[in-house]
């Protein structure tokens, strides 16, 4: 069966400091792989999503960028964090776009 | 990129009662897929409509897919404190893109 770690639950990091979120799937190839944050009560922004390795697409500029270095690897990072990048951070894979999406237990991460 | 619209943002009601939340569009879908997610954790699946006027029924849960398939709606008969939580809907083909999401509570 297929799985999806994701890791750290929780971190807690100051400004200007780095950021590296890892994300890994078990059990299927060539997943499609994503990233999303979600504020406080509010919904699923996608940030970045990738089709297979070394692609990329990203949804919104800011202080983020992903990379996917293996089939079933995908990273999530800063340079520099910024206090408006606290939240709570998911992976997700799909067999497809257009199939169910399966998610990480996510990321909480604040910015102090 | 096709927005999916959900309302109401927000829903708080008691036991026992029931509701429907929507999920609207101005696109085609091909299919449609609707999570609910529990605080802390991530979405899980609830349901994927496909045809034009579907109904599919998950227990107290009845979901429909509108005939032009540009939107959804999602009933809850005597809800349970158990039903709390974010319901979001995806449309496909759409990249896995969200809608903002209904927040449900429901109080014993």
């Known amino acids: 069966s297929q799985t999806i770690h994701q890791w750290p639950a929780t971190l807690v990091q100051p400004v200007g400091s780095p950021l590296s979120l890892e994300c890994t799937v078990e059990?299927?190839?060539?997943?499609?792989l994503y990233w999303y944050r979600q504020a406080a009560g509010r919904g699923l922004q996608l940030l970045f999503y990738?089709?297979?390795?070394?692609?990329i697409s990203s949804e919104v500029p800011q202080n983020l960028s992903a990379s996917r270095p293996q089939d079933r690897q995908f990273i999530l990072s800063s340079k520099k964090l910024l206090l408006s990048d606290s939240g709570f951070y998911l992976c997700?894979?799909?067999?497809?776009?257009?199939?169910?999406?399966?998610f990480g237990q996510g990321t909480r991460l604040t910015v102090v | 990129t096709q927005l999916l619209e959900q309302s109401p943002q927000f829903l708080s009601i008691q036991e026992g009662e029931n509701l429907t939340v929507y999920c609207n569009s101005s696109?085609?879908?091909?299919?449609l897929q609707w999570y609910r997610q529990e605080p802390g954790e991530g979405p899980v699946l609830l349901v994927t409509v496909v045809t034009g006027g579907e109904v599919k029924k998950l227990k107290r849960l009845t979901f429909q897919f509108g005939d032009a398939r540009k939107d959804s709606s999602l009933h809850i008969t005597a809800a349970q404190p158990g039903d709390t939580g974010l319901y979001l809907c995806a449309g496909a083909p759409n990249d896995m893109r969200f809608g903002a999401g209904t927040r449900l509570t429901v109080k014993p």
């Open positions: 696109s085609v879908f091909s299919s």
């Open positions: 059990g299927t190839s060539n997943p499609n």
């Open positions: 997700a894979w799909s067999v497809t776009t257009n199939t169910e999406a399966f």
């Open positions: 990738s089709v297979g390795i070394g692609q």
